[in-house]
T-cell receptor, first 115, second 111 residues
Framework: AQSVTQLGSHVSVSEGALVLLRCNYS??????LFWYVQYPNQGLQLLLK??????LVKGINGFEAEFKKSETSFHLTKPSAHMSDAAEYFC?????????????FGTGTRLQVTL | DAGITQSPRHKVTETGTPVTLRCHQT?????MYWYRQDPGHGLRLIHY???????DKGEVSDGYSVSRSKTEDFLLTLESATSSQTSVYFC??????????FGNGTRLTVT
């Protein structure tokens, strides 16, 4: 069975500081991994995805994530936080092709950005 | 926007009443999903569909049923709502070659 663990339910950073949101996965097959962002009262929006191509994945809004098989991790980073990055972030894993497969989500990390 | 409309957006209902949530898509995609979102649990899959009249259970399907009589509509029914079903419900579709796209959610409160 697949699972995702997000370390830290709340993360606070200063504007301009590095953002690091942690995600570790468990999967019995090569995983497909995703990061989604959710702004208040909205649905989830895809930030980026890993589907066994390049291990460093670049997404929207300046975010990127690196797949590290040896550490079973897929941490999300952004070099310089902006106030507009304040949202909740979800890591997810799929055990299939990523299209017709079900996603298993982590419990989410709420990012707060302060002045 | 992947053309997903959820209705209603908000609903308050009483314990024991039936409730149906609707997900409508405009792009003729085969795969559709219902998730619920709760604090501390992230999103959990309730049911999913891989075509008209083809549905299957997710990890938290107890107390829920679904129907898909047309490609564009996927209905989620709570036969007899309970307070534990107070949640935000999201519909999602699978777009070929891409991961899930989500609707804007339905906030359900069971009193």
């Amino acid at each position: 069975a697949q699972s995702v663990t997000q370390l830290g339910s709340h993360v606070s950073v200063s504007e301009g500081a590095l953002v690091l949101l942690r995600c570790n996965y468990s999967s019995s097959v090569p995983p497909y991994l995703f990061w989604y962002v959710q702004y208040p009262n909205q649905g989830l929006q895809l930030l980026l995805k890993y589907t066994s191509a390049a291990t460093l994945v670049k997404g929207i809004n300046g975010f990127e994530a690196e797949f590290k098989k040896s550490e079973t991790s897929f941490h999300l980073t952004k070099p310089s936080a902006h106030m507009s990055d304040a949202a909740e972030y979800f890591c997810a894993v799929s055990e299939g092709t990523g299209t017709a497969s079900k996603l298993t989500f982590g419990t989410g990390t709420r990012l707060q950005v302060t002045l | 926007d992947a053309g997903i409309t959820q209705s209603p957006r908000h609903k308050v209902t009483e314990t024991g009443t039936p409730v149906t949530l609707r997900c409508h898509q405009t792009e003729n995609h085969r795969y559709m999903y219902w998730y619920r979102q709760d604090p501390g649990h992230g999103l959990r899959l309730i049911h999913y569909s891989y075509g008209v009249k083809d549905t299957d259970k997710g990890e938290v399907s107890d107390g829920y049923s679904v129907s898909r009589s047309k490609t564009e509509d996927f209905l989620l029914t709570l036969e007899s709502a309970t307070s534990s079903q107070t949640s935000v419900y999201f519909c999602a579709i699978s777009v070929l070659g891409s991961p899930l796209h989500f609707g804007n959610g339905t906030r359900l409160t069971v009193t």
